[in-house]
């Protein structure tokens, strides 16, 4: 492996415990407006595309309403998820002072990623944020306008962090390795093997003691 001169993180079950916070908001922004209950397994089935599209799936009669009910709840509720998992910010820190690029490559929207990261003060360590789409999963395209604004890297150099499966494929399918995160009590650890992953670390200590001698 040689040095890592660039890192490309996720949001939700990576830097943060979000998923529980954004299953809520759309349980009580969609619930109102079709009058039926929803799982949990109902929600997470149309992750994929951002807040925008799991709204449209949900309740296509109720698209703007829904909408404005999600963002709403998403920012009143998120003292759910006050702070981001222990030793990410001290990750972010040490990353900063080495020098190493930082960016994001997320799923949600571009409203539900602002609310986040202005709630986390995480905002200014990520110099390219590519957040998701309506119209279906776009984190391979993502990655790829990350890899052309860093040019002068090269592949080799760079990695994507990740807690879900399809964050393994989409790095595949933009060619750089990708390290899965583990940590969130959301993860499925041994769902992310099954993709192989170049690595899997289970706590962002490992994860942070594992690039230290990388970044150096």
Known sequence: MQKIRGIIFDLDGTLANTL????????QSVEPL???PLSD???IATFGPSEEGTIMTLVPGHYEKGIVNYLNFYKDLHDMCPDPFPDIRDLLDLLKKKGIRIAMVTGKGK???DISLNKFGLTSYFEIIETGSPAGPRKTEGIRQVLAAWSLLQKEDIIYVGDAPSDVKASREAGIAVAGAGWAPTADPE????QKPDWLFYTVKDFADWLTPLTD
């Open 20 to 27: 529980p916070l954004c299953i809520q908001a759309f349980r």
């Open 41 to 43: 397994e109902e929600i």
């Open 34 to 36: 079709t009058l039926q």
């Open 191 to 194: 769902a992310l093997l099954a």
């Open 111 to 113: 409203h539900s990623t």
